[in-house]
């Protein structure tokens, strides 16, 4: 269904939500971006900055600048490609969140829980806890591999459209992402249009967005799971039962050109217990009676 208000895209820069997207982002990254004005910097004039920014949107002569790129190597020794926005974007990169944000939020499924209000940690394991209760006591979980570099750019524009049809919403939204689709393996010569912009401000809401197809089949096919951003974890009533859906979930995810990342990927019993999203789960049984254990998992000692 469209979301067709006629004014949706002057709410983008309004001065209440100009300035409450200013408020959101000014704590956020203090390195400059590629036109080397940071926070401190653009803060020193804010008013006047607010309002140039304010008419290059209301004019509709506003366009986003260049991401500064770099890379840094993962402890796996593989390198990842990052980037930062100019503050001006990141404002209205807010902006355009705090406008856009609840169109898409009344339609996301329940078992959804990354980047969301008000769904954290605590809600999606309790969430497990409900399959768990049902005694289903085998649990398979994997992350996507390489996640928000593997976007399909395209079909994201797609299933942004499907909910906005401001044309001036989606040339915004359209011009970023052709921008942060064009990573490479240099710097200097991108040659792919795929991927988003990994820590961007719309990067989150765009990976939920992108996986709710995802969350509405595995949902519609019965599977016990819980996505929190990229981690996909299930619930099952045996071996066998877990073993079938992470193979629904590996086909769920090739229909969205991902993968899980197979070399993370676990199914076991949760007497051998697991740890996940920061916490450490394992059933407890006291003769007859059976327990969840549910710690904070515990960080790895520095030597």
Not at 193 to 198: A, H, N, S, T, V
Not at 234 to 246: D, W
Request: glycine content about 8%; proline content about 2%.
């Amino acid at each position: 269904m469209f979301w067709k208000r006629n004014n949706l895209y002057n709410d983008i820069h309004t001065d209440q939500n100009l300035t409450a997207a200013w408020n959101a982002i000014k704590s956020n990254g203090k390195v400059a971006g590629v036109d080397g004005i940071s926070v401190q910097h653009y803060q020193g004039n804010l008013f006047l900055n607010l309002k140039l920014l304010q008419r290059e949107l209301e004019e509709r002569t506003y366009s986003p600048q260049p991401i500064k790129r770099f890379s840094f190597t993962k402890a796996d020794g593989s390198k990842r490609m990052l980037g930062i926005l100019t503050v001006r974007d990141k404002i209205v990169q807010r902006a355009l969140y705090q406008v856009i944000e609840p169109i898409f939020e009344r339609s996301f499924e329940d078992i959804s829980y990354g980047y969301r209000k008000n769904r954290s940690v605590t809600e999606a394991i309790e969430h497990l806890k409900g399959y768990i209760d049902q005694g289903n006591h085998w649990i398979a979980h994997g992350d996507i591999a390489r996640f928000f570099d593997n976007i399909d750019t395209v079909q994201l524009g797609k299933q942004i459209t499907r909910k906005i049809d401001n044309q001036m919403i989606l040339h915004l939204i359209h011009g970023w992402l052709d921008q942060e689709g064009a990573f490479s393996k240099t710097e200097a010569a991108p040659v792919r249009k795929k991927g988003i912009l990994q820590g961007g401000i719309l990067s989150p809401l765009f990976g939920n967005i992108y996986l709710d197809c995802f969350d509405k089949k595995a949902t519609a096919q019965g599977l016990n799971i819980v996505r929190y951003a990229d981690n996909v974890i299930l619930i099952a009533e045996n071996r066998c039962e877990a073993k079938k859906g992470v193979n629904q979930i590996r086909q769920l995810l090739r229909e969205a050109d991902l993968h899980l990342n197979e070399r993370k990927t676990i199914i076991t019993h949760l007497e051998n217990g697991i740890t996940l999203l920061g916490k450490r789960l394992i059933l407890c049984k006291h003769g007859k009676e059976v327990t969840l254990s549910i710690q904070d998992a515990q960080k790895p000692q520095l030597r």
